[in-house]
């Protein structure tokens, strides 16, 4: 019977700490500018959680690995980008698809306009 009950606990830490992780991704920069902030929210939502930049600023051309983990089981999210440290001027990146991807590349089309695509 311990026996059961470990291999149980130990199945729900390994697959626990792998749904948190599912949200991790490499962000790119491509849009030939430097960001000085990122941020996460489900599509659904109206917040920003904390700034997931785990430097002060991600110059053109550089990546980085985003860790966060949530409770919210949705794919779909928004990306916010500060172009400066107030953060009044921002990019919002919509409806991206987190659970698919491992890295996302963020750039400026020639229109002036902010796109990204995946790598799976």
């Not at 902030?37 to 980085?64: A, F, H, N």
């Amino acid at each position: 019977m311990k026996r059961l009950l470990c291999t149980a606990v130990l199945f729900l830490v390994v697959f626990a700490s792998k749904a948190q992780s599912a949200m991790d991704f490499t962000f790119v920069n491509q849009t030939g500018e430097i960001l000085m902030g990122i941020y996460v929210s489900q599509s659904t939502d109206e917040e920003w959680g904390k700034d997931l930049l785990p430097s002060d600023v991600i110059g053109d051309g550089e990546e980085v690995k985003i860790t966060f983990t949530s409770n919210n089981a949705g794919c779909e999210w928004d990306l916010k980008l500060n172009q400066d440290l107030t953060g009044d001027n921002f990019v919002t990146i919509k409806n991206v698809n987190l659970c698919t991807l491992t890295r996302l590349y963020i750039y400026k089309t020639r229109r002036g306009t902010y796109e990204y695509r995946t790598e799976f």
